[in-house]
Structure formats: structure tokens, C-alpha cells
């Protein structure tokens, strides 16, 4: 059984689209993440999110937005979307939000917009 | 405000040779978490190692072991006895207050590590 999964592996889109990638974890962990990896591998943390809190990067755009249905799901969507927003997005969940505790990630959703 | 150097960007060695990640970080916070993580080339994210501040203990786990040494703000990963599956992207990250009210994760660049058969 997958431990992270995401939905869809490649989302191919042009700019000014509306898109979502789903999230989903089978582990009973109370935290979700997600990362965004650019094209030179810079990798980031772009939100964190547990029943009582979300924790956003301040310097994710507005744009994106996590909308958890339940505490296995944390969904990631996306506005407006422009060229700089190809990129690789991972998923991952741990036990709890305290400190980052040991993440399982997702296999990544690579995003290209055209 | 924090930062995280991996100084060296690509890395080749010869199977069975041993190798060092270096890492270095800054943060004025004095609790805080160090991370390493490993990127295969098939590109799935996989979590190492978590170290808290204020436990310097050296930590070995098979062929990797972690060297944390606060008197010089480095967190240095070593692999013996390389073995060609080591070959990936290797990310270190700092757990700490950003200064700005909140808590931050920051990567370094990553080190690209070749273990040559």
C-alpha cells in the first residue's frame, strides 16, 4: 500500500489556469506538507498543516492555497497559474507537527505551464 | 535570519570509498532541528535524519553516520564503503525561528553525489 500518494504524477496546463493536486496518506499522521522543487532542484516548504494549524511560507503567493477535507487529505490549489510555477510539488505527512518529525513523501506531481 | 551552505555541489567517488556531505548553517535561534534527506534519481523525496540542537551525540545508522558540531555549525553526512545505490541528491535543512515571527524550514542547494561502479 502507498504511504503518500498524489494525484495526477504530470499536470500539464496553460498560464491564467485554475488546477488542483490531490494529497492523500494512509499512515494516521496528524500533519501534511507540501514542498515545491524548481527546475534547479531549489527545494522549499510551502505549507505545513495539522488539525489546529496551518503554517504558510510567507513567500508562497497567494495564489496557492491547502484545502485539507480530512486530516489524510491536504490538497493543493492552484490560481491563476503562471510560468514560474513549473515546478516538481511533493507531498508528505509526519506523526506531528512539532518540530518536523521523520516525513514520508509523496512520489511528486511535476507541474509545466505553458 | 537563516541559511544553510552545502558547499559542494557534485561529488564522485569510486565504489567502496568513503565520502563526506558538508553542511553548514547559521541561526541565532538556540533551538532549532537539522535534517538530511536523499533524492534518487528516479526523484522521490526520502527523510534521513532529524537532530535537535541540544543533542550533539553522533548518530550512526549502518554505512551513514552524522557528525554535529555546534562550535562550528556544521552537520556533516558520511557514507562508508559507497555503494553505486548511494548515488542521488543529498538536502540538508535547518528547522528554526525565521525572525519574523515563525518557525522556517530552509534547505541548502543539495550536493549531488556519482558513486562510480
Known amino acids: 500500500d502507498t504511504a503518500v500518494s498524489q494525484t495526477p504524477k504530470y499536470l500539464v496546463t496553460q498560464m491564467g489556469n485554475d488546477k488542483s493536486i490531490k494529497c492523500e496518506q494512509n499512515?494516521?499522521?496528524?500533519?501534511m506538507y507540501w514542498y515545491k522543487q524548481d527546475s534547479k532542484k531549489f527545494l522549499k516548504i510551502m505549507f505545513s498543516?495539522?488539525?489546529?494549524?496551518?503554517?504558510i511560507n510567507e513567500t508562497v503567493p497567494n495564489r496557492f492555497s491547502p484545502k485539507s477535507p480530512d486530516k489524510a487529505h491536504l490538497n493543493l490549489h492552484i490560481n491563476s497559474l503562471e510560468l514560474g510555477d513549473s515546478a516538481v510539488y511533493f507531498c508528505?505527512?509526519?506523526?506531528?507537527?512539532?518540530?518536523?518529525?521523520?516525513?514520508?513523501f509523496g512520489p511528486g506531481t511535476r507541474l509545466t505551464v505553458l | 535570519a537563516q541559511k544553510v551552505t552545502q558547499a559542494q555541489t557534485e561529488i564522485s567517488v569510486v565504489e567502496k570509498e568513503d565520502v563526506t556531505l558538508d553542511c553548514v548553517y547559521e541561526?541565532?535561534?538556540?533551538?532549532?532541528?537539522l535534517f538530511w534527506y536523499k533524492q534518487p534519481p528516479s526523484g522521490e523525496l526520502v527523510f534521513l535524519i532529524r537532530?535537535?540542537?541540544?543533542?550533539?551525540q553522533n548518530e550512526i545508522s549502518g554505512r551513514y553516520s552524522w557528525n554535529f558540531q555546534k562550535s562550528t555549525s556544521s552537520f556533516n553526512f558520511t557514507i562508508t564503503a559507497s555503494q553505486v545505490v548511494d548515488s542521488a541528491v543529498y538536502f540538508c535543512?535547518?528547522?528554526?525561528?525565521?525572525?519574523?515571527?515563525?518557525?522556517?524550514?530552509?534547505f541548502g542547494k543539495g550536493t549531488k553525489l556519482s558513486v562510480i561502479p
Open positions: 508528505a505527512s509526519s506523526q506531528d507537527l512539532v518540530e518536523y518529525g521523520e516525513q514520508f
Open positions: 499512515l494516521g499522521h496528524d500533519t
Open positions: 498543516y495539522n488539525n489546529k494549524e496551518l503554517i
Open positions: 541561526t541565532r535561534d538556540t533551538t532549532y532541528y
Open positions: 537532530r535537535n540542537s541540544f543533542d550533539e
Open positions: 535543512a535547518l528547522y528554526a525561528y525565521s525572525g519574523a515571527g515563525s518557525y522556517q524550514l530552509t
